[in-house]
């Protein structure tokens, strides 16, 4: 597609139960970011993978918190056991291979709420 | 992790009048790059400089890369209501591994009519 899609828009879930967050980036690029954004804040940094492998999970923030990325595509950012502080807008963005692009594009995020 | 230092927080600024953010680092960038988020939607890229000491215009936005490379600014000329977001500098750089993209901190932007 023209840019990065995320689905669903938004996600309302009662506490404990798990929640799975889709990101479709640009086609073509390899490099795919999530983000978690609270209300007012600042974007925290989460996961970032490069092809399906993910060099750097050091932002994810338990062990609850997990991501995959098939085929250099699609990823899905998986949350279980949800807690009311996961709460949040969750972004993914896509960028070119390392050397070859410099500049990340987001997509319109997907506000969780957890009840 | 890596944090930009952006400033100001927020502005409340008149119609017509000019604004101007900045983003330092203690780290060098190859690439700056300013977003603007508006309420529910993810971050758009505004402007993205490649290169030491460059200045690049985009309407009535201008932001320059710092000589030393570990700085930024965005200015907005003649700011009109439609210019209210929150305003993103990210650095970027290639490390050996892992993650290349640091954001600031956010500047809120109201533009009083």
């Known amino acids: 597609g023209a840019g990065v899609s995320q689905s669903p828009s938004n996600k309302v879930t009662e506490k404990g139960k798990d929640v799975e967050l889709r990101c479709d980036p640009i086609?073509?690029?390899?490099?795919l970011y999530w983000y978690r954004q609270s209300l007012g804040q600042g974007l925290e940094f989460l996961i970032y993978?490069?092809?399906?492998?993910?060099?750097?999970k050091s932002g994810l923030p338990s062990d609850r918190f997990s991501a995959e990325r098939t085929g250099g595509s699609v990823s899905t950012l998986t949350i279980q056991r949800t807690q009311q502080e996961d709460s949040a807008v969750y972004l993914c963005?896509?960028?070119?291979?390392?050397?070859?692009?410099?500049?990340?594009?987001f997509g319109p995020g997907t506000r969780l709420t957890v009840l | 992790g890596q944090q930009l230092n952006q400033s100001p927080q927020s502005m409340f600024i008149q119609e017509g009048e000019d604004v101007s953010m900045n983003c330092t680092s203690s780290?060098?960038?190859?690439?700056w790059l300013w977003y603007k988020q508006e309420p529910g939607e993810g971050p758009v890229l505004l402007i993205a400089?490649?290169?030491?000491?460059e200045l690049t215009s985009n309407g009535r936005l201008t932001a320059q890369f710092g000589i030393t490379r570990k700085d930024s600014f965005l200015n907005i000329s003649a700011s009109i209501p439609s210019d209210v977001g929150i305003y993103f500098c990210?650095?970027?750089?290639?490390?050996?591994?892992?993650?290349?993209?640091?954001f600031g901190t956010g500047t809120s932007l109201t533009v009083i009519p």
């Open positions: 990210a650095g970027h750089t290639i490390p050996n591994t892992g993650n290349q993209f640091y």
């Open positions: 993978f490069q092809g399906n492998s993910a060099p750097d």
């Open positions: 400089l490649y290169k030491a000491g």
């Open positions: 780290s060098i960038f190859n690439t």
């Open positions: 963005a896509s960028s070119l291979a390392p050397i070859q692009g410099n500049e990340q594009f």
């Open positions: 086609s073509g690029h390899t490099a």
